[in-house]
């Protein structure tokens, strides 16, 4: 259903002056959703680093002393919770929900201002709660990203003490950050699309937004509740997840309690997890590959559909995780049999963004680059998801570098990968600039080599039996000389890869100043927010009227038209036509 | 058309069709009831996975009921019943506040959420007046998993509630800054709703925590657990 945007009150929409207003305690959306980024990128780069002292140390065991067993497990924690929560879902929902949702439907903001930037700071308060554990005695928590129990919160533990109460604390704010920007996200587009903006003309990057902050809202509530009820047993001594124990000696309070019950919500959360991070992801990189092979998208209704069936699917695979905890055997055939069948929809959306490549005017841009990179990481990432679905495959495999392997493929990489397209492509509306297009090239091929360099081998290292999680290998007999060669070689292409990624921050830093001005449509793409009077847009987006929608988002390379493009602004009337005549609409074959 | 049927719309034909579909349309701009809707969404998930997490809990050996034999402390729910009767009235009272908005005066309307936030910190105390009964007759948040889900349970209940007083406060204050009793009553029907809510959430939670061990044997029973 749509309707006239509530936000067409241009009357109540008194742009802020002062900087303070403007930029600090903004109630801008494309202003939140720098500030979003900039904190997300900025928190990413700490687990970038992380994940390189780690890599330090599986390639060149013992030989720096700033890195123990302890350490190193926190540096696996901090790694993984980060860029999983703090960088992806904040930057994905957080960065481009935020400057995309208004845009792209047509509003003038979101619907909650004042919430908007409300979550916004309570998010970056997660981060400094989050941050702060670096800080206190006995450091950050590393209990590795799942964080279970028991061992989580027993001495022995790294930052057993205050560690993981900072990072349970700075979950929960995170997730009361995530709630108040989830409910904008949805509400705007239920609520403050533009006339003519239905549901099935909105771009895919918003359908992917949309249905990923439905997953979160419904997901995030489970990760509440155990970092809830952690805390009561670290805090009260309850015995929620806690069993009768003996550590270190001493037989603890605890009793009854059933850690398997954490592990359930954990994943009732972790899984739906994923896909809060793909389905945004999915949505950029159709819009991205569509504009830059100057085709509609193959088969528009069915990738709404996926994305819609992926985002329930989502909700009953989760115990997959957990085949290794035990399960009845009939649990296992279910979980399996729904993970196997999440690869349908998902592999109907690879067939169709391979589909619209072919054929299509296909224009090699850096955003493309990326785009194309991601179908292919993605695909693999996706297949050994098929292997590790099925149980009998996955205990042998689970817990060894080819899990590692797997899901930074799937979402690591990919995901990455769509955020650098999506940061290219968006870039020129952003900032009313260019980015150096040869810097973009180098960043893409050195960061897409590498990271097969990085993860290939690392599916072998699984093969042979390497575990996960482990300091140093010791005197294991089964793994071979060569793969701490392997290792090493890992350990060096993480590096190269790390530093690449300075290439990338140098060119968006760099562009902001020296980069060439970027007309309004620089990619002659079709959705509303290229078609903005201002470029960087000002507040409140579209001026004095809001536009009008005639069209769905794919009207690219229409045969007879003028232009290889026509904006979803634009009436059939006013498409010029090579011959002089009206445009009357596609019919049906 | 609902959301499935929307899904079926090829929007790369019919585009004059659904212009002039969308062009007919009255302008429908409720974001508050569409959030509201949302944000209630999450706050049951939040209950049912606690909920899940008691039912499934309350199947280990060491797990001890509150209620079902005499000696046991919430045996006597009179406290409870006090407190679900106050619940009960503010969610009334709020009910009327927002439905007689157009026929009572400014003041009255003012007058009527403040009773509502009244009833609501009496509601409140009361279920801290049973904490403190609890506390006494040594039942401490560690001491059994049924009794750390109570006070689990009722804190969370509280602070849910204790959220709505606030944007009730928050209300009051705008009201008297600007008085503009369409937004001010449109406002009040969406806490309202809320309070509605959360008395239903409080009697499943009621419902929940006052049950004898026979009971959650045969809810987990039928739920599989």
């Known amino acids: 259903m749509t309707h006239v945007a509530i936000a067409d009150q241009i009357e109540e929409d008194h742009e802020p002056t002062g900087f303070v207003r403007k930029y600090i305690w903004s109630q801008d959306h494309k202003v939140i959703a720098i500030q979003y980024a900039i904190t997300a990128i900025f928190v990413g780069l700490i687990a970038l680093v992380l994940s390189g002292m780690m890599r330090l140390q599986l390639g060149f065991p013992d030989s720096f002393s700033f890195i123990d067993p302890s350490s190193y497990l926190q540096f696996v924690t901090m790694h993984g919770m980060i860029m999983v929560i703090y960088l992806l879902t904040a930057l994905l929902l957080g960065g481009f929900g935020n400057y995309l949702i208004p845009l792209m439907v047509g509003a003038r903001d979101m619907v909650f201002p004042y919430l908007n930037m409300l979550s916004y700071w309570t998010y970056l308060l997660a981060v400094i709660v989050l941050v702060s554990s670096f800080f206190v005695t006995g450091g950050p928590t590393g209990a590795g990203w799942t964080l279970y129990p028991p061992q989580a919160i027993l001495q022995g533990t790294p930052g057993a003490g205050k560690g993981i109460i900072l990072m349970l604390v700075s979950l929960a704010i995170f997730i009361v950050a995530f709630t108040m920007g989830g409910l904008n996200y949805v509400t705007t587009v239920l609520q403050a699309r533009t006339r003519g903006m239905t549901l099935m003309r909105m771009p895919l990057t918003i359908w992917g937004i949309f249905i990923a902050t439905i997953l979160g809202l419904l997901a995030f509530p489970a990760l509440l509740v155990s970092a809830i009820m952690m805390l009561f047993d670290k805090l009260l001594g309850t015995s929620f997840f806690m069993p009768a124990i003996v550590s270190l000696g001493e037989s603890l309070e605890f009793s009854g309690g059933s850690p398997i019950l954490f592990q359930h919500l954990f994943w009732f959360f972790g899984h739906p997890e994923v896909y809060i991070v793909a389905l945004p992801a999915f949505g950029m990189v159709s819009d991205v590959i569509a504009t830059h092979a100057r085709k509609n998208i193959f088969g528009y209704r069915m990738m709404v559909w996926a994305i819609v069936a992926i985002g329930g699917l989502s909700f009953v695979v989760w115990a997959h995780h957990m085949y290794v905890s035990g399960m009845n055997p009939y649990f296992g055939f279910f979980f399996a049999t729904t993970t196997l069948i999440i690869a349908v929809p998902t592999a109907l959306k690879v067939y169709n963004w391979v589909l619209t490549l072919w054929k299509g005017n296909i224009h090699l841009t850096v955003p493309m680059l990326f785009a194309i990179g991601f179908i292919f990481t993605f695909t693999h990432g996706g297949l050994t998801g098929l292997w590790l679905g099925n149980v009998v495959v996955d205990l042998p495999l689970s817990d060894t570098y080819f899990v590692v392997a797997h899901f930074h493929m799937v979402m690591g990489v990919s995901p990455v990968m769509v955020l650098f397209a999506a940061i290219y492509h968006w870039y020129p509306k952003i900032t009313g600039r260019y980015f150096h297009n040869g810097l973009g090239k180098w960043h893409f091929w050195l960061t897409f080599l590498g990271t097969y360099a990085i993860y290939l081998p690392m599916h072998y290292l699984g093969f042979l039996g390497v575990p996960r999680r482990y300091f140093a290998m010791g005197d294991s007999n089964f793994i071979p000389e060569s793969a701490y060669s392997l290792n090493a070689s890992i350990s060096v292409s993480a590096i190269i890869v790390g530093v690449v990624q300075l290439i990338f921050l140098f060119n968006i830093i760099y562009s902001l100043k020296y980069g060439k001005k970027a007309p309004a449509n620089p990619w002659g793409a079709t959705s509303l927010e290229w078609q903005t009077p201002d470029t960087p847009p000002r507040h409140g987006n579209w001026g004095k009227t809001l536009p009008v929608v005639h069209r769905w988002a794919y009207d690219f390379s229409v045969p007879g038209a003028k232009q290889d493009f026509i904006p979803q602004s634009v009436a059939n009337e006013d498409v010029e036509m090579n011959d002089g005549s009206t445009f009357t609409g596609h019919k049906e074959d | ?225």
């Open chain 2, 1 to 225: 058309m609902g959301f499935f049927n929307d899904l079926t719309v090829k929007p790369w034909l019919q585009s004059e069709k659904i212009d002039q579909a969308t062009a007919d349309k009255a302008p429908l701009a409720s974001p508050g009831k569409t959030a509201l809707k949302f944000f209630l969404a999450v706050v049951s998930v939040l209950f049912l996975l606690f909920t899940i997490t008691f039912l499934s809990r309350s199947q280990f050996g060491d797990f001890q009921a509150l209620a079902g034999e005499p000696w046991l402390p919430l045996e006597n729910k009179s406290q409870l019943w006090l407190n679900t009767f106050y619940i009960f009235l503010a969610s009334v009272v709020l009910h009327g506040a927002s439905k007689y908005a157009g026929k009572i005066s400014a003041r009255r309307h003012t007058l009527l959420v403040a009773i509502a936030i009244m009833l609501s910190f009496v509601f409140i105390q009361g279920q801290y007046q049973v904490w403190q009964m609890m506390i006494t007759n040594g039942y401490f948040v560690y001491s059994n998993p049924a009794n750390s889900f109570f006070y689990l349970f009722t804190g969370l209940h509280a602070l849910h509630l204790l959220g709505g007083v606030f944007v009730l406060l928050r209300l009051l204050v705008i009201y008297q800054q600007k008085p503009n009793k369409q937004s001010f009553s449109s406002a009040l029907a969406l806490t309202s709703t809320y309070w509605h809510y959360l008395f239903l959430v409080w009697l499943c939670l009621f419902a929940l925590l006052t049950s004898s061990t026979e009971t959650f044997k045969v809810i987990a029973e039928l739920c599989g657990f």
